[in-house]
């Protein structure tokens, strides 16, 4: 016999101010003991609000201001305290199909724009019978981790224009010239403001191209992610070690700092 739960608390992380309405008065009608704590209109709200407040479920809009409601979550997995079992998530997407063919394939659900109180009850459904599996201590980070990782994975897209296949050459701004630096020189790439840092073994340069549009023309084999900012060169990377706190670091070839390894990203280093 399935177990479901009733009372629950809840995020809303959406910027258009008559969705965000609309869906919390769709989700009074349909589950009249939810509380929903607080609704935010950016994705970096929604993880100061979720890690201050601790609701356990999140509708997070796909689409928002600053960092998408995917980003936003990816950042929430890595900030979540260790001892605490991760919410329910719920994406909130207009129809994209895309977007939903990636969302079939995972177990984290998600709610067309405008919401159909139909499908919401099937939402809801599915979301309190993994708060009764989570109460039973059935809850598994790290198979929301992977959910994330590929959602990620398959919701990125190359910027419009860029060419096919993995990318060979960069172009570098150097004062009022520009410089083609062979991306296999490259040590690690890390975000900054608008901006990506290139960092070569001996030079750092800066490029516009974000770094969400630029994974997609890396060869994956040879450039991993390891942080939601930092995409570093697998075979430059020269030590992983494991902090009192549980945390990754990672060294590489050629640089001196230690970088950070998201927990979303620890999977690459298993034998850690």
């Given at each position: 016999?399935?177990?479901?739960?009733?009372?629950?608390?809840?995020?809303?992380?959406?910027?258009?101010?008559?969705?965000?309405?609309?869906?919390?008065?769709?989700?009074?009608?349909?589950?009249?003991?939810?509380e929903?704590?607080?609704?935010?209109?950016?994705?970096?709200?929604?993880?100061?609000?979720?890690?201050?407040?601790?609701?356990?479920?999140?509708?997070?809009?796909?689409?928002?201001?600053?960092?998408?409601g995917?980003?936003?979550?990816?950042?929430?997995?890595?900030?979540?305290p260790?001892?605490?079992?991760?919410?329910?998530?719920?994406?909130?997407?207009?129809?994209d199909?895309?977007?939903?063919?990636?969302?079939?394939?995972?177990?984290?659900?998600?709610?067309?724009?405008?919401?159909?109180?139909?499908?919401?009850?099937?939402?809801?459904?599915?979301?309190?019978?993994?708060?009764?599996?989570?109460?039973?201590?059935?809850?598994?980070?790290?198979?929301?981790?992977?959910?994330?990782?590929?959602?990620?994975?398959?919701?990125?897209?190359?910027?419009?224009?860029?060419?096919?296949?993995?990318?060979?050459?960069?172009?570098?701004?150097?004062?009022?010239?520009?410089?083609?630096?062979?991306?296999?020189?490259v040590?690690?790439?890390?975000?900054?403001?608008?901006?990506?840092?290139?960092?070569?073994?001996?030079?750092?340069?800066?490029?516009?191209?974000?770094?969400?549009?630029?994974l997609?023309?890396?060869?994956?084999?040879?450039?991993?992610?390891?942080?939601?900012?930092?995409?570093?060169?697998?075979?430059?990377?020269?030590?992983?070690?494991?902090?009192?706190?549980?945390?990754?670091?990672?060294?590489?070839?050629?640089?001196?700092?230690?970088?950070?390894?998201?927990?979303?990203?620890?999977?690459?280093?298993?034998?850690?």
């Open positions: 016999m399935t177990m479901t739960i009733s009372r629950a608390t809840a995020l809303i992380a959406e910027d258009e101010p008559l969705l965000a309405q609309a869906l919390r008065a769709e989700l009074a009608s349909a589950w009249s003991q939810l929903v704590l607080a609704t935010v209109g950016d994705g970096a709200s929604a993880v100061t609000q979720a890690l201050a407040l601790r609701p356990d479920v999140l509708f997070f809009d796909i689409r928002m201001p600053g960092q998408s995917l980003e936003a979550a990816a950042e929430l997995a890595d900030e979540w260790h001892d605490q079992p991760f919410p329910a998530l719920v994406f909130v997407t207009a129809y199909q895309y977007a939903v063919q990636a969302f079939e394939t995972q177990a984290v659900d998600y709610v067309l724009k405008p919401v159909q109180p139909a499908r919401l009850r099937k939402t809801i459904a599915k979301v309190q019978d993994a708060l009764a599996k989570r109460a039973q201590g059935a809850s598994d980070i790290e198979a929301t981790l992977g959910q994330l990782r590929n959602l990620l994975g398959q919701v990125a897209e190359p910027a419009p224009g860029t060419a096919q296949g993995p990318l060979k050459m960069l172009q570098v701004s150097v004062g009022t010239s520009i410089r083609m630096v062979p991306v296999e020189d040590v690690y790439f890390e975000a900054a403001d608008k901006y990506v840092r290139v960092l070569t073994a001996g030079h750092e340069y800066l490029i516009r191209t974000p770094l969400k549009e630029l997609p023309q890396l060869d994956a084999q040879r450039f991993w992610q390891v942080h939601r900012g930092t995409v570093v060169r697998a075979d430059g990377i020269d030590s992983v070690t494991r902090d009192e706190a549980g945390k990754l670091h990672l060294v590489l070839r050629g640089r001196a700092e230690k970088l950070a390894v998201s927990r979303l990203y620890a999977h690459l280093f298993k034998a850690m």
